[in-house]
């Protein structure tokens, strides 16, 4: 298989691996670092899968992978000390609002109710399009490495039992997921350099301007609880900020945010 990758990401030293069908592609990207024999100061290699036998969603869920849609992970260690993981979540968040901005532009597709949720789903007309699975594993006694999944429906639905799903090709868009991946490539570089440049502040404000429930009544499936308030945004720490009763501002630092219009009954 060709490389994928957007040219100037493979001008910028980004790798590529590509399977046809595989487990999960980020249990693949953690053992193409384990294999590596020194660690550079900055490593970031894109692994892409046609078909996952056993994907993997957070919080333990399963993640259905047929062919057709997309299914990534980016492998990714930098030197510098600090704990990047949580930042490498929301660029990519906004680098699929870019990528699909890029192609409801190119396919002339005027009207589209899309907005990310916290922490990172994109979601259309009310219904789940993706979703980002983050993993940090230790790579030597010294450093940590990062592995950013991404699974975005493009051309197949996917039937789960918890929420509705959507799939861009519903919608018009023409691309599949080999042209989606590349452009993704290409956007999360230039996120990635953002953040590195400006800092964390600019891929908070961006995330933020693509995010319509600010403002809303939302309910949050936490571990242990369910709680209704409203969403107010995030703290600097990415954290959801949540107005409950009595005028409380509480923050919470994981959980999902249920889509109350689109629930299924299981
Ligand atoms: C979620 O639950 O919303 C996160 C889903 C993440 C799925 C992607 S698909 C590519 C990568 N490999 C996996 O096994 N999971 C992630």
């Known amino acids: 298989m060709k490389n994928l990758l957007h040219k100037k990401t493979i ?4 790798k590529f691996t590509y399977f046809d069908i595989i487990d999960s592609t980020n249990d693949v990207a953690f053992e193409i670092a384990q294999q590596l024999e020194k660690l550079p100061v900055e490593y970031k290699h894109w692994v892409l899968a046609k078909k996952q036998e056993q994907g993997r969603g957070r919080r333990g869920r399963t ?5 057709g849609n997309l299914y990534t992970s980016l492998l990714l260690f930098n030197e510098s000390k600090e704990n990047i993981g949580v930042i490498l979540n929301f660029i990519a968040g906004v680098s699929l609002i870019d990528t699909i901005k890029y192609f409801k532009k ?10 990310l949720k916290w922490p990172n789903d994109v979601i259309i007309n009310n219904k789940k399009l993706s979703g980002i699975l983050l993993e940090v594993r230790k790579i030597n006694s010294k450093h940590d490495i990062y592995i950013l999944g991404i699974g975005v429906n493009i051309k197949t639905k996917v039937d789960v039992m918890a929420y509705e ?4 090709q519903e919608f018009g868009f023409k691309c599949d997921a080999e042209s989606f991946f590349e452009m993704l490539s290409l956007y999360w570089m230039n996120n990635y350099e953002l953040f590195k440049n400006e800092g964390k502040a600019a891929i908070y404000k961006k995330w933020l301007t693509n995010n319509s429930f600010i403002g809303n009544n939302i309910t949050v499936k936490t571990e242990t609880d369910i709680i209704e308030g409203i969403f107010e945004g995030i703290d600097d720490n990415f954290n959801c900020l949540l107005r409950i009763k009595d005028n409380k501002l509480i923050t919470l630092n994981t959980g999902d945010i249920l889509l109350k219009l689109n629930l299924k009954t299981p």
Do not use: C, H, K, R
């Not at 799903?165 to 861009?168: F, G, I, R, S, V």
């Open 11 to 14: 001008e910028a030293g980004y």
């Open 106 to 115: 190119l396919y002339n597709i005027s009207t589209l109710d899309f907005s």
């Open 63 to 67: 993640w259905q992978s047929p062919v």
């Open 165 to 168: 799903t959507a799939y861009l």
